[in-house]
């Protein structure tokens, strides 16, 4: 899906299919702010002016292009483990052993469909600092490029937790829900307030 024009991949969202849906966009999203610190990032290490962060701005380049190809990669993988968990609904259910086989691969699928946009959620939280430290210390011809890469790095993180919650309503393993739910709550809680820290850095407050 990575490789799609920005046309075909809105075309497919947009259709009757249930994916690529919330979950791909979430990472899409979190790509996006990637790329965006990225740019500031670039658009830094060539200026004399700013030649004293220019290392910083090095490894924020390196860094946030490891984490754009990481989640354009989830846009994918989410999508394959929605796929699992439709496979699984389909399974017959005829006998006591087809009943239970079938049960277990839903519950399978669940878990995965959850895990994904844990990772997505967990992925774009990495971008913040990058986000915070191009706002602070980049061009500042580019401090909104900045900015917006900051929120959509947050849209990433709570796009993809809603995901997590969503099929966490169904996984009957209590521990494994209750695991997932801490590392979700923690993650939102830190994503608004690191957002509202960068966002107080705009020179336009």
Do not use: H
């Amino acid at each position: 899906m990575k490789n799609m024009t920005i046309n075909e991949f809105a075309k497919i969202v947009a259709s009757d299919s249930p994916v690529p849906g919330g979950g791909s966009l979430a990472a899409l999203c979190g790509a996006f702010g990637a790329v965006l610190s990225e740019m500031v990032a670039n658009l830094t290490v060539t200026k004399v002016k700013y030649a004293d962060c220019k290392e910083e701005m090095t490894e924020i380049i390196n860094k946030a292009s490891l984490l754009r190809e990481k989640l354009l990669n989830y846009i994918e993988e989410d999508s394959l483990a929605y796929y699992k968990v439709t496979e699984a609904f389909k399974l017959p259910k005829e006998t006591e052993e087809e009943k239970t086989y079938r049960s277990e691969k839903i519950q399978e699928g669940l878990k995965l469909a959850a895990t994904v946009p844990l990772k997505v959620a967990e992925t774009a939280f990495e971008i913040l600092p990058l986000a915070e430290a191009v706002v602070r210390r980049g061009n500042k011809s580019s401090v909104t490029d900045g900015l917006v890469g900051a929120m959509m790095a947050r849209t990433g993180v709570l796009s993809a937790i809603l995901n997590i919650r969503i099929n966490l309503d169904s996984i009957k393993d209590e521990e494994f829900v209750k695991e997932l739910k801490e590392k979700a709550d923690i993650l939102e809680e830190k994503t608004i307030k690191y957002e509202k820290k960068i966002l107080g850095l705009s020179p336009f407050n």
